[in-house]
């Protein structure tokens, strides 16, 4: 297995988007794991809670409403915690499979990811109960990763338009 | 951007393996060892059940004396803050831990002749009964044991709730005494407060409504 090796290929937006939702889902899993070892954790504010909420914050809003129900539903974290992963992971391998497969399909994944994004980000603006809840630090870290992301990926369908 | 050959894939699966691990030694090895000695027996007023806590024998609501008693119902109960019967039925708080240690409350209706238990109200902690004979609840509020306001994972369970402005937010319900329907609602921002008694227990209902 080999780690941050260059190999000098362009990155597409839609790829960025796909390595930091991966990236993003393993933000709140150090604080889990670390509640699991020692409770009293919750007791206070610290990094790992920082990192907790921001990862759900600049998670996709049906997701994080998704697990929240779920959450509520079993009554275990530990649902939760693998299922972050799992789908980061399937997520992953499907994007992979997707953006290199044929250019049509490509470039409908890129407009489906655009949309999504997009209407992510409107949601944040409009209910703002959701925007708030996890902090404003976290907030603003949730809004920015959408905000790059919807440029990122907008980008990715201009350059792919222009090609001939 | 140059691609690189970071294996973000490769990263999450190791994740998941050493994350797996990991609960094994937080969770399930530190449960088996957790051996306190512990002997509780708590009457229940008005009625002869008593709720025990116990290492030698399962935690529920027990029946008869201390030293004769038996077990009607497992589960880990509390009527500190109120119990009632309507119909046959003993309805007290149930407290249910999540993996992680989250102290959850449902309002559970034991059935005092074959223990059948069934859950009333989830997420719904019983606080009394108010002046006029109303069952007073808490809904939607984390308990204070889960330190709410610093708790992060207190934050995605209450995402998902109505009254989610205030970490310490909830519903005070006023229950039909028969029906246990629910008769009366009220949205507080700090329901387990020091004044809860003053504002609604020691109030009849048409007074808690004005």
């Known amino acids: 297995m080999r780690f941050g090796v260059k190999t000098g290929k362009k990155l597409s937006g839609a790829g960025v988007y796909t390595y930091v939702f991966q990236a993003v889902s393993l933000l709140p899993l150090p604080y889990m794991l670390a509640v699991s070892g020692y ?126 | 951007m140059n691609r690189t050959k970071f294996s973000m894939n490769a990263l999450l699966v190791v994740v998941i393996i050493f994350s797996a691990l990991a609960f094994v030694f937080t969770i399930v090895l530190v449960d088996l060892a957790d051996r306190r000695a512990v002997n509780e027996y708590i009457p229940i007023e008005g009625t002869e059940y008593a709720i025990r806590y116990s290492s030698l024998e399962p935690n529920g609501l027990y029946k008869g004396p201390e030293n004769t008693c038996t077990l009607v119902a497992e589960g880990n109960f509390g009527s500190d803050w109120g119990a009632f019967t309507v119909g046959g039925k003993l309805y007290l708080n149930e407290y249910t831990s999540t993996d992680l240690g989250v102290l959850l409350c449902s309002i559970v209706g034991v059935e005092m002749n074959t223990g059948e238990k069934t859950v009333l109200y989830r997420d719904t902690v019983l606080r009394g009964r108010c002046a006029s004979g109303e069952p007073v609840c808490v809904r939607g509020a984390m308990l204070p044991a889960d330190f709410p306001e610093t708790n992060s994972l207190g934050r995605l369970y209450r995402l998902t709730q109505k009254n989610i402005a205030s970490p310490n937010g909830g519903e005070v319900l006023f229950l039909d005494p028969q029906t246990l329907s629910v008769v009366y609602t009220v949205p507080d921002d700090n329901v387990f407060s020091d004044g809860f008694a003053e504002r609604y227990l020691q109030k009849p209902l048409a007074e808690v409504e004005r």
Do not use: N
């Open chain 1, 39 to 164: 409770m009293g954790l919750v007791a206070k504010r610290g990094p790992l809670s920082f990192l907790f909420d921001a990862g759900f914050a600049a998670l996709p809003r049906w997701l994080t409403l998704g697990l929240s129900a779920l959450y509520r539903l079993t009554g275990h974290e530990l649902v939760v915690y693998f299922i972050l992963p799992v789908l980061a992971l399937a997520f992953g391998i499907v994007m992979k499979k997707l953006l290199r497969g044929e250019r049509k399909t490509a470039v409908i994944v890129r407009v489906i990811l655009c949309a999504a994004v997009g209407v992510d980000l409107l949601l944040r603006l409009c209910l703002p109960q959701f925007r708030t809840l996890f902090g404003w630090p976290a907030a603003i870290v949730g809004f920015a990763v959408r905000l790059v992301m919807v440029g990122l990926v907008i980008a990715d369908l201009i350059a792919e338009k222009r090609k001939p």
